[in-house]
């Protein structure tokens, strides 16, 4: 994978399903994605490990990625079951 890293979702909460889900390896099968969503506060939040700023000019494939969430986000569909804290996000940037 370039341009990403997997977040461990355990870390956020413990009832995260990602709209990007990775698989280290199928013995220890950690928790992990590339992309959640959970309510933080009032708030609804999207959380990418995936670097969707760099060079995106040049790498189209993050150019759609952007826009889908985006028009996700906009939508109806995008309704959160799954809280966290905003100390639980923030300690993802450490």
């Known amino acids: 994978m370039t341009h990403s890293n997997a977040i461990k979702l355990d870390e956020v909460s413990n009832n995260l399903d990602p709209i990007v889900r990775v698989i280290d390896d199928w013995v220890t099968a950690q928790p ?11 708030g ?9 700023l760099t060079d995106a000019e040049h790498r189209p494939e993050v150019r759609q990625l952007t826009s889908s969430l985006k ?9 959160l079951s799954v809280s966290s804290s905003a100390e639980k996000i923030k300690s993802l940037f450490n």
Do not use: P, Q
């Open 32 to 42: 992990l994605g590339l992309i959640f969503e959970c309510n933080v506060g009032k």
């Open 44 to 52: 609804k939040l999207i959380v990418s490990g995936i670097d969707l």
């Open 71 to 79: 028009k996700y986000m906009a939508g109806n569909d995008f309704t």
